[in-house]
T-cell receptor, first 114, second 111 residues
Framework: NAGVTQTPKFRVLKTGQSMTLLCAQD?????MYWYRQDPGMGLRLIHY???????AKGEVPDGYNVSRLKKQNFLLGLESAAPSQTSVYFC?????????????FGPGTRLLVL | TQLLEQSPQFLSIQEGENLTVYCNSS?????LQWYRQEPGEGPVLLVT?????EVKKLKRLTFQFGDARKDSSLHITAAQPGDTGLYLC???????????FGAGTTVTVRA
């Protein structure tokens, strides 16, 4: 099993460009999450999904959109990239929600917006 | 303002020494988790504590959940260079299935 994979690993964008980050999991998990990690701020939740076809906003959703058309995939889109979106993006998935649920993280996508 | 405050932010110690990382909040959590993250990788779950006052041990790592379920600590005994990494605490508030993360503690163990 590959677990959680993320594509691409690294990307450089110019301000105003768009891109899509792909997250895939092969563990048949219902729940999937997108986080961003910035120095000194830990991980902050951008959007999440509790099942195929559903998405919801997290703590910092502005400037991002997501889609969960297939259970195994969770896409994060940046329509018009801004330098403030320079960050490391992590996708995670879990079988259960809350309480004792374990989130499995991908290796991250490093995004630089110039 | 972060829901979970971790201290210290950075910790550098010599191999064989002990260390403690703290995770504090004014909110009550249904459970708290500790993750370790190595450079270039995603966080990996170390432990979940659920009951107030609970103590869990994982080899040389000891995790404690406060009685009021508002704080937690991670203690490493006889630290080794392999313990180097970013340690993150994260918690679930009651009736919520979203994790809130602390800012993390960067631990460096020198050989």
């Amino acid at each position: 099993n590959a677990g959680v994979t993320q594509t691409p690993k690294f990307r450089v964008l110019k301000t105003g460009q768009s891109m899509t980050l792909l997250c895939a999991q092969d563990m048949n998990h219902e729940y999937m999450y997108w986080y961003r990690q910035d120095p000194g701020m830990g991980l902050r939740l951008i959007h999440y999904s509790v099942g195929e076809g559903t998405t919801a906003k997290g703590e910092v959703p502005d400037g991002y959109n997501v889609s969960r058309l297939k259970k195994q995939n969770f896409l994060l889109g940046l329509e018009s990239a801004a330098p403030s979106q320079t960050s490391v993006y992590f996708c995670a998935s879990s079988y259960t929600s809350g309480g004792i649920g374990t989130q499995y993280f991908g290796p991250g996508t490093r995004l630089l917006v110039l | 303002t972060q829901l979970l405050e971790q201290s210290p932010q950075f910790l550098s110690i010599q191999e064989g020494e002990n260390l403690t990382v703290y995770c504090n909040s004014s909110s009550v959590f249904s459970s708290l988790q500790w993750y370790r993250q190595e450079p270039g990788e995603g966080p990996v779950l170390l432990v979940t504590v659920v009951t107030g006052g609970e103590v869990k041990k994982l080899k040389r790592l000891t995790f404690q959940f406060g009685d009021a379920r508002k704080d937690s600590s991670l203690h490493i005994t006889a630290a080794q260079p392999g313990d180097t990494g970013l340690y993150l605490c994260a918690g679930f508030l009651s009736n919520d299935y979203k994790l809130s993360f602390g800012a993390g503690t960067t631990v460096t163990v020198r050989a």
